[in-house]
């Protein structure tokens, strides 16, 4: 013996008649293993099973319910399905040409005759198929078992067309801040918890003769008969969880589209639920949306915004709104510099928030065409100020993180500058603390070079993006923004006080600026400055402003400037 296992590979044997199954069996049992099939329905079902394990197929082509043509169609439509080698077993001669088309690799004819022969031309096609190099069939995603989201997909929509239902429910859940699992507790623990979901949606799926899939990343996908209660679903899902994860929660959201409208794609119903789901993204206290007329209203506009956004571009339709900073611990305050914020004064939608489009841009890969607009905006802007004022007044402009991902970016911003007569350091880039959680190697890499360019790095929102200290340290920074949530409940010795001490000790030990965004009161401002923020912006001092209006701040700034300059020449 040479101490290696044979391996048997597994055949299945898809055949009605009693009779035949059995021949079938004895002709191939010595070398093979057997599965049984009695219909084209049950065929599927053990093709989605053991995918992953079946080497051939021994089909007969007249079967109840779907027939063996049925059957050749559905594998000959799915990319893994159609890698496995089908011979066609039956007594119908006139079908063989049909059956080749349809993706059979062999054909044999009814009654079986000469064993031998068959058994090696089904040895043939196996060995045809592993030397053409086709690899194991992957419609099951390999961490957790469940129908990968292309397979899902294909499976829904065959369910539709052979199993007529009442109604159906396309369901969506994912993971609020999956992405933290991974970091603060390892990604072992992160995939613990995905496998223990998975083994809850299949099991639900089961139960209620429907269809679990592995959307991809944190998100599983449930298709099943109308009627079943959100709340208990959900539980069953949570149950255990805190388990894996040591006692810590983990917020599960759900999106639903009840009732499904069969008359759009098993995709477009799933992208229905998944707007559902996305709806309540980052909102721990509801677990559950289901998908409404309001929700088809947004989606509709939506995609009116996606259309019209090159338009938009095209005619300067989006305009920069300009919020000023100011140091605060000198002297006097003085205009230090400012945000650059943009709104969409839409032909006919009117004026729209940025909270109306940005986020639907970033979902959609469209914010970097944006970005790139707003940044070249601003550096004219600025130039023109620098021109007319003599003064240099650095603005702050978002690099999202789709930026982050663009080729070149240091270029193409350098760039952008470069034709607009300005120095990098009047362009400072701002970027969410939530952004280098998600991929902090590439973003630092990124800044890096862009820092190597001239340009200044602000972390905006800081303090609510679960950021380690250990991660502060090691990227690149010139400023950190305090976000307006820890600023607007500060009183004299509270905890949302004490927490904004402690973050501005951080910056401090980082030789850091701070700016705290959202100053609206006069205690506010005394507080940070007895604290020593270094900057402040907020409605205490101006809400955004356009260009003209800004200027007026401007022109403020310089009266003073040369007050100061004419007193000192008093002076001396």
Known sequence: MDGQLKVRRKI???????????????????????????????????????????????????????????????????????????????????????????GAVDFIAKPFSHPMVMRARIDRAIELREGRGLINATQNDSLTGLLSHDFFMEYSHFRDVHYKTSGMDAIVFNINRFHLINELQGRRAGDDVLIKIAESVKQIAKEKGGIAGRGGADEFLLYIPSGSDPEEMLKEIGSGLEYILNNSRVYLRMGIYKNVDMDITVEHRFDKARVACNSIRGNYNIQMAAYDDTMHKKEALDLRLVNDMEAGIKNRQFKIFYQPKYAIQGERDSLYSAEALVRWEHPELGLLRPDSFIPLFEDNGLIHKLDHYVWDEVSKQVGEWIVKYDIKIPVSVNVSRVDIGVPNLEEEIFTVVQNNWISPGMLNLEITESAYTENSDQIITVLKALRERGFAIEMDDFGTGYSSLN????????????????????????????????????????????????????????????????????????????????????EKENEELNAEVQEALNNG
């Open 12 to 102: 299945l044997i898809v055949e009605d008649e009693p009779i035949n199954r059995k021949m079938l069996e004895n002709i191939v049992k010595d070398n093979y293993d057997t599965i049984f099939a009695v219909d084209g329905v049950a065929t599927i079902e053990m093709l989605r099973e053991y995918s992953d394990e079946i080497s051939l197929v021994l089909l007969d082509l007249m079967m109840p319910d779907m027939d063996g043509y049925e059957v050749l169609e559905f594998m000959k439509a799915d990319k893994i399905l159609k890698q496995i080698p089908v011979i066609v077993c039956t007594s119908e001669k006139d079908a063989e040409i049909t059956c080749f088309k349809l």
């Open 471 to 554: 991660m502060i340290t090691s990227i690149p920074l010139d400023i950190l923004k305090l976000d307006m949530q820890f600023v607007k409940n500060i009183h004299e010795g509270n905890k949302d006080m004490k927490m904004v001490e402690l973050m501005l000790d951080v910056a401090r030990f980082l030789k850091v600026k701070v700016v705290a965004e959202g100053v609206e009161t006069k205690e506010q401002y005394d507080l940070l400055k007895n604290a020593g923020c270094d900057v402040i912006q907020g409605f205490y001092f101006s809400m955004p402003c356009p260009p003209e209006e800004f200027e007026k701040l401007i």
